[in-house]
């Protein structure tokens, strides 16, 4: 996988449907641990909730976990699911905290009342696309500091800001395999002077 799209921090949203109270949070949650503690800390804060029913996605291992809380099967933790694959997302999870209003909302209701919580707090969230990078750094003098960063502006880096000392050192975030082409453009520039460190691929927001 290059990669993917995920949400950074945390969003919430709120509905109300015959009186039920549907919130529901979406936040990052890169390891099951991670998702798990989320739900620990929703259920804290909503002991005197009915429900509260989550779905979460992650990455590693293609994990998919969902429950409905106490709810009819399939009306509430698969919806949540469902709008979590929807939206194309992974390493998230979303729970929908519902407080009884007192009416019934038969299975239809509940499946549209708990996709739209969810989907809400979905749409709230910053998404983000994380992809495969390396970190490139090379130092140059400052003669061809100014050729050198429009180098890697023109590979399509994101740049650190330049470190100032003897010489300029330049980082920059590139994804994987954008090194290729730009490395022996640097290395014609400075004329092989000037040693390129190139990190082994990582999964960054990109």
Known sequence: MDGYRTISGRAAAELEEKRSRFIGLAAFADTEEKALAVLAEVRAAHRTARHNVYAYSLREGARLRYSDDGEPAKTAGLPVLDAIRH????????????????????TGGLVRAYTAAAAGALAAASV??????VRLKVTVSYALYQQAAALLAAAGARCDAPVFADAVTLTALLPAGAEQPLLPKIAELTRGTAPVEVSPPFFAPF
């Open 87 to 106: 939206a194309g997302l992974t390493d998230c999870i979303v729970v929908v905290t519902r407080y009884f209003g007192g009416t019934l909302l038969g």
């Open 128 to 133: 983000v696309t994380v992809r495969r990078c």
